[in-house]
């Protein structure tokens, strides 16, 4: 059986079966299917190094008629973090999201929701149809707004509303970028897209998808609805939430700007998506300065974080160093957001809250899961020999490369600013007096330990995956009109 | 002529959507939009599209519709019901105004493509199916209309995740008291026999017709949701594994079928023309009990009973 | 399989820093014989490969992750000159904290940290290529950042904070200088010339400027010295690493390899940047006194005279003339192994008598004659007093300073001398000359903190006594002035 | 003017009816009637393009039928989160937006 096929149906065939089966038995399933799908993305990935990578007309109908999938170097690097991350996940919910801890409803729920999230983004990461990739971040959407409100607190159903309403609103306006682009060209096929005889409509088609797409990534000024979210939900979820969710839509935009329509990424429109995200960054990273809570700070940080993987487009079609960096800003920030908020989840869970006081010390008891913190957040800053460095590094290089320092400045900027708002939870982890509290096992430290050592080690073994991601990597466009 | 009577349609669904959005009071605002939806899907008829008319009827106005109302009892219950006046909000007219003026503008500079009219000429025969629109929903582009069935089971199982602690386990929905001899329970009795005919034939039919499992499926939703609003049946609990597997069946039975494919070497979701026919019956029939039962329990909402322990 | 080198150079540090951070606390005798044995092994290897160097010889190991980026470990002449010094000092101080901690908590992160600070000095100083050496620098800022915080009180949490708040913005400056660069002239290797191409005269002003800033920070170059005394709430080893094994050592050492090897002597004085860094380690190397002066802890004023001293160094290299740059170099290694016998005595004062401040050392010579006698040799060699080896130093400064026509330079180092005689000759007369305090009790029985001290001393009155035999850091400075200046 | 322009101007004047009401509105089942007229009117939009030419294409068809059911669905679990955030607070808009 094909790779890519069992790593598209068997977190949805886990996802029925979690639903079907009573709670012991849909844990199981659930964890069995995600071990399968982990063995599956590293499959594919394996297929993409080694120059073959997979490609499947469905239904045996190419395209226009059917919707064709492929994995590309920038599929399979996602494909492999989003396994990595999920499989963190899924361990550490194992024991938090048990029906002992978390009571009948969410035993239930977590499950399914978790898997159809994952079956979502693997859909998207290798979709090549514009319309399928609608229905795929709708599938993200629906079970990523369920784990929002999974928790049921007030402020989680709120923030889940809030959520719903700006994904609902994105949707419709990628939709309507989608409904021109078939209006004009009759296919909805990247690669045939790619070849289409241009038309007068495609600027506004891909402006219209352009936003519903950032709105649904949180990219400033659309950014309101994550921090609330992504806080406000149980720390398994928050995880997925914040590492996963927004780089589905972010590869679908990538996608549009370099692969689908990348002649219509005019200079102007390019420097107002970078300028949104240093907005991003800026404003991301002083909300996360103001935060006295480590999950909100944790939560903010996405937001400036998104902001960099924007703050690049300028330098898409000028640079090859660019394209490669964005991805491994986004795959280490995938490592080290899921690391973050795992780490957190066990602290709040010990200490009974997640205020900066409250995790005074901490580190004394939990030294494993205060380590995974600190080389997360050294991730996060762009600190070698992170991955998040060497993201940092082949962007900056880019920028003085295309003549274009200043889109080195917000990178730079930005791991200042990383430091300075990561470093108020560790000193409180690292100060000397603290309580005494129940901490976890060892193994359970590790979880986050080993995603955190994860984006560590994309920076110091980046060979591998950086001869991944050339298989496919778009050519920089020449000329710039 | 035609042109005229287009023109006064098109007239009424903007006159009536204006009022569903600019009018007072949140219930009038609902029934507007009910209306609309059947305006809307009168339109889809003069449009050539009655598989989109049927299922703008069923779902747009119909489904959604009571989706609404129930919402709006529910609200009413929370002292919620109430309008919240919305101030004229400029920047929203501005964008709602541009987006209008973009894509009247782009209306006129669309060039009219090649489409894959011919290639779908060619394949309709080896599909299994007549009717082109179910071809394309369960053949052409089957991986969509998988993942869609996965997106009604995202969006139930969020909304169960809504449930009150205390109402998990509890028969779903809002328990109901309905006088044996009301007008309610009359139509509980007289409507479902006749929808249940209605729903079997729009599956049966979708085949070479307009219908299918998404227009079907809705109606035998309705069926049931007429039947336990009147009391005639009882929503059935939460955990209950039978109702449960019902909910699965539809994507299940897609997924096996495409895996099938993929085992049989023909590649995943892929149907030989000569067992495709048979094969998308299949799916069609498990496809619309899963849609019936997941639409059903979506319009009803989750428990609200609190259950004594 | 053969492992090169340099490789294993930097394993003889990075494999005890991995095992120890998994290490329990009990595990006392396991950890420390890991420390010890990684720090012997590195010192043997170094004595190893001296002669063969000495003949010209080096060594290489490159890596290449990604197409434009390198990791270059290379073994050359100057590399030796700071590996060595921080191989031994890695050495005293580790016997030197395991007697200080004896059963303190948290010792295993405390080792695996030391142990990885000295990996990431061994990566600077056998870093190839300007990247490298980054990587490697900023390893060194953060593994550094809990052994400064290692106390976990409040001052030692505010000197984390500040020591972070010096380094994040200096570090960002060096990653700007260091794209900003190699954007221009692809990688920069250290070995080979490096070809600046078509960057504008003041953009390569600007490169400098910020390079400069990136290393001074570290090498606490006013104004950026601010956190260096403020560490001083530090444990007593940690200040040993930081002012002399690791981190100040780390930026001089930075400071080299911009002049030296990236820019190089004949663009320096080209574009006119020698006379602005000599005169800004000037003003270092005086303000540094100055401010030592009106210090009454003990700590703070070693700490002050470390950011005059070594700028010492870093005005030897901006001097541009052979015998400055002998003298700096050769400064590299004296100021070493002086202020870590100084603060090996500060410790000792602190641990075995409760003295922290200058006020508290009244009488204690005669009580503790090993460590007063270690104390006042460093103190004099600061000084300068002939035949220490801060004699050494000043008397190649001088004379580099009339060679590279800059006669002021001899009015900077005459002020600083007195200063240094202003600021440490009062201890001594405190120490040897007043009556003690009756509440003051000092003794010296802890023969593993002593002994380090006294071979660190000894070391210090070596380098300058001993200044001309072959092996001496003067003749290893002047090996490599010659090969520097003669083609 | 052809009847295709007709309702393909209908579509788009829906869309912006619908943004706006998106936008604009406080109670929240309002918000989310909005939605659903934008996504007809998006339907009708693209609908209309798909009449061009010769006869209905079927493809459009079948993703409005995929958009329908969609937009259902996120409905549903919309108006749920409504009706148990109104049951915690009481009101029916975000509570930023409470006057």
Redesign the interface.
């Known amino acids: 059986m094909n790779a890519l096929v069992v790593l598209l149906t068997l977190p949805l065939g886990g996802a029925l079966a979690a639903v079907a089966f009573p709670a012991g038995v849909a844990r199981g399933a659930a964890l069995a299917a995600a071990a399968g799908t982990v063995a599956a993305a590293l499959a594919v990935a394996s297929e993409v190094a080694a120059g073959a990578p997979p490609r499947i007309a469905l239904g045996g109908w190419p395209p226009p008629l059917g919707i064709a999938l492929a994995a590309d170097g920038l599929s399979a690097a996602l494909l492999v973090t989003t396994a990595a991350v999920m499989a963190a996940v899924l361990l550490a919910a194992r024991h938090t999201m048990a029906a002992g801890l978390a009571g009948p409803r969410i035993a239930f729920g977590f499950w399914p929701l978790a898997l159809m999230l994952w079956a979502a983004l693997n859909a998207v990461f290798v979709s090549r149809d514009l319309f399928n990739l609608y229905v795929g971040i709708e599938l993200l959407s629906l079970a990523a707004v369920g784990l929002v409100a999974i928790g049921g607190k007030p402020e989680a159903l709120a923030a889940a509303m809030r959520y719903m309403l700006f994904a609902l609103a994105g949707s419709l306006l990628y939709l309507a970028g989608v409904a021109l682009i078939y209006a004009a060209h009759g296919a909805l096929d990247i690669d045939l897209l790619a070849s289409r005889r241009p038309s007068g409509t495609d600027a506004l088609a891909l402006a219209l998808m352009t936003a519903g797409l950032t709105a649904k990534t949180a990219l400033f000024p659309f950014h309101v609805w994550l921090p609330p979210a992504h806080a406000g939900a149980p720390a398994p979820a928050s995880a997925m939430l914040s590492a996963l969710v927004p780089k589905a839509s972010f590869v679908i935009l990538l996608r549009l700007w370099t692969e689908a329509l990348p002649d219509e990424a005019s200079p102007a429109a390019l420097t107002l998506i970078g300028a949104l995200g240093v907005a991003a960054v800026v404003w991301g990273s002083l909300g996360a300065l103001a935060q006295s809570r480590v999950k909100l700070i944790v939560a903010y940080s996405t937001v400036a974080q998104i902001g960099y993987l924007f703050a690049v487009f300028p330098l898409l079609p000028l640079a090859q160093a660019a394209w490669s960096g964005v991805i491994f800003l986004a795959l280490s920030h995938a490592l080290a957001k899921a690391a973050m908020f795992l780490a957190v989840g066990q602290w709040m869970a010990a200490a009974g809250g997640d205020r900066l006081e409250e995790l005074r010390g901490l580190a004394q008891a939990m030294p494993m899961s205060a380590f995974a913190f600190a080389l997360a957040a050294v991730t996060l800053a762009g600190l070698p020999p992170s991955g998040g460095f060497l993201g940092k590094y082949m962007v900056m290089t880019a920028a003085f490369t295309a003549g274009q320092w200043v889109w080195a400045l917000p990178m730079a900027l930005g791991g200042l600013l990383a430091a300075a708002y990561l470093y108020r939870p560790l000193a409180a982890l690292f100060a000397r007096e603290g309580a005494s509290v129940a901490a976890p096992s060892r193994a359970r430290q590790a979880v986050p330990l080993a995603l955190a050592g994860g984006g560590i080690a994309l920076g110091l073994a980046s060979a591998e995956p950086l001869a991944l991601l050339a298989n496919g990597q778009p050519p920089i466009q020449a000329v710039v009109r | 002529m035609t042109f005229v009577l287009d023109a006064v349609l098109c007239a009424l669904i903007l006159g009536v959507a204006a009022a569903t959005i600019a009018g007072h009071g949140v219930f009038r605002a609902i029934v507007f939009f009910i209306v609309y939806g059947l305006l809307v899907a009168v339109g889809w008829v003069r449009l050539g599209a009655v598989d989109v008319a049927l299922a703008e009827a069923a779902i747009g106005a119909g489904l959604t519709g009571v989706l609404f109302l129930a919402a709006y009892g529910r609200l009413g219950r929370e002292g919620a019901g109430g309008d919240a006046p919305a101030p004229a909000h400029l920047p929203a007219a501005m964008a709602g105004l541009g987006v209008t003026c973009a894509l009247g503008w782009a209306w006129s500079a669309l060039p009219l493509p090649d489409r894959p009219g011919p290639q779908l000429a060619e394949a309709l025969p080896m599909s299994g199916v007549e009717n082109p629109v179910t071809a394309v929903l369960l053949n052409f582009r089957a991986w969509d209309t998988l993942l869609e069935s996965v997106v009604l089971l995202a969006a139930l199982t969020g909304l169960w995740m809504l449930t009150r602690d205390a109402a998990w386990g509890g028969r779903i929905g809002l328990p109901q008291h309905v006088r044996p001899d009301g007008v309610m329970a009359g139509f509980g009795r007289v409507l479902p026999p006749l929808g249940l005919l209605v729903g079997v034939y729009l599956v049966y039919i979708g085949a070479d017709r307009p219908g299918g499992a998404f227009q079907g499926g809705t109606v035998l939703a309705a069926v049931g949701l007429v039947a336990a609003l009147a009391g005639a049946v009882r929503p059935p609990r939460i955990g209950a594994t039978r109702w449960r597997a019902a909910l699965v069946a539809g994507p299940l039975v897609f997924l096996l079928a495409g895996l099938a494919g993929a085992a049989l070497g023909a590649g995943f979701l892929t149907l030989p023309p000569q067992i495709a026919g048979a094969a998308l019956f299949a799916i069609e029939v498990a496809l619309a009990a899963s849609i019936a039962v997941t639409l059903a329990f979506l319009v009803l909402g989750p428990p609200e009973e609190t259950i004594t322990r | 399989m053969t492992v090169p080198l340099p490789v294993l150079l930097l394993l003889t540090s990075l494999v005890p820093a991995a095992v120890t951070f998994f290490l329990p606390q009990e595990a006392h005798r396991l950890r420390n014989a890991l420390s010890l044995g990684g720090a012997l092994l590195k010192v043997a290897l170094i004595v190893a490969m001296l002669f063969a160097v000495a003949g010209g010889a080096s060594y290489e190991a490159g890596l290449?992750?990604?197409?434009?980026?390198m990791l270059l470990l290379r073994i050359d002449a100057l590399a030796l000159l700071f590996v060595s010094l921080s191989a031994i000092l890695w050495l005293l101080t580790t016997i030197y904290a395991i007697a200080y901690f004896g059963t303190k908590p948290q010792l295993s992160?405390f080792f695996g940290f030391f142990s990885l600070c000295v990996a990431a000095t061994t990566g600077i100083a056998l870093s190839g290529s300007l990247f490298t050496f980054?990587?490697f620098f900023?390893?060194l800022?953060?593994s550094t950042w809990?052994l400064v915080?290692h106390?976990?009180?409040a001052p030692s949490?505010a000197a984390?904070?500040r020591y972070?708040l010096y380094a994040?913005?200096c570090?960002?400056a060096l990653?700007?200088a260091i794209?900003?660069l190699?954007?221009?002239t692809g990688p920069v290797i250290f070995a080979a010339p490096t070809d600046f191409g078509t960057l504008a005269p003041n953009a390569q002003r600007a490169i400098f400027a910020l390079l400069i800033v990136g290393m001074g920070m570290k090498a606490a170059i006013v104004p950026l010295h601010g956190w260096l005394p403020a560490a001083m709430a530090a444990p007593a080893p940690v200040s040993a690493l930081l002012h002399a094994v690791a981190v100040v050592k780390a930026g001089a050492f930075g400071v080299i390899r911009v002049v030296h090897d990236v820019f190089g002597m004949d663009r320096m004085s080209e574009l006119g940047l020698g006379l602005p860094l000599a005169a800004l380690a000037s003003v270092t190397i005086l303000w540094g006194s100055v401010r030592a002066l009106g210090q009454r802890e003990i700590k703070k004023r070693l700490a002050y005279s470390t950011v005059s001293q070594v700028s010492y160094i870093v005005l030897g290299i901006s001097l541009i003339g052979p015998f400055a740059v002998i003298g700096g170099l050769a400064h590299l290694i004296h100021q070493g192994l002086m202020k870590i016998t100084l603060f090996f005595c500060a410790g000792i004062y602190d641990e075995r008598a409760g003295v922290k401040r200058i006020e508290g050392l009244d009488g204690l010579g005669p009580r503790m004659p090993w460590t007063s006698t270690c104390f006042s040799l460093g103190a004099l060699g600061m000084i300068g007093l002939p035949p220490m080896a801060g004699f050494v130093s000043k008397i190649y400064l001088g004379l580099g300073g009339l060679q590279s026509g800059a006669p002021w330079v001899l009015a900077v180092l005459a002020a600083s001398t007195l200063l240094n005689a202003a600021y440490f000759l009062p201890l001594l007369y405190r120490l040897w000359f007043r009556e003690p305090a009756p509440e003051v009790q000092g003794d010296e029985r802890a023969p593993a903190l002593v002994a380090p001290t006294v071979v660190a001393a000894l070391g210090a009155l070596g380098v300058g006594a001993l200044a001309a035999a072959p092996v001496s850091p003067l003749a290893w400075a002047t090996l490599l002035a010659e090969r520097a200046w003669l083609p | 003017m052809t009847a295709l322009t007709l309702y393909a101007l209908t579509g788009a004047a829906l869309i912006g009816l619908g943004l706006y009401g998106l936008i604009a509105a406080r109670h929240l089942l309002r918000r989310i009637v909005a939605f659903n007229l934008l996504g007809s009117g998006l339907f009708l939009y693209l609908g209309a393009a798909g009449a061009r030419g010769d006869g209905p294409d079927p493809v459009p068809q079948a993703l409005i039928i995929t958009g329908i059911v969609v937009a259902l669905s996120a409905s549903a679990l919309a108006v749920g989160l409504l009706v148990a955030g109104a049951r915690l607070s009481g009101r029916a808009t975000l509570p930023e937006e409470a006057e």
Do not use: C
């Not at chain 3, 290449?64 to 980026?69: E, K, S, V, W």
């Open positions: 290449t992750p990604a197409p434009g980026l992160r980054f990587i900023e390893l800022t953060l809990p915080a106390k976990q009180d949490l984390g904070r972070l994040m913005p570090s960002a990653l700007w794209v900003w190699e954007s221009a």
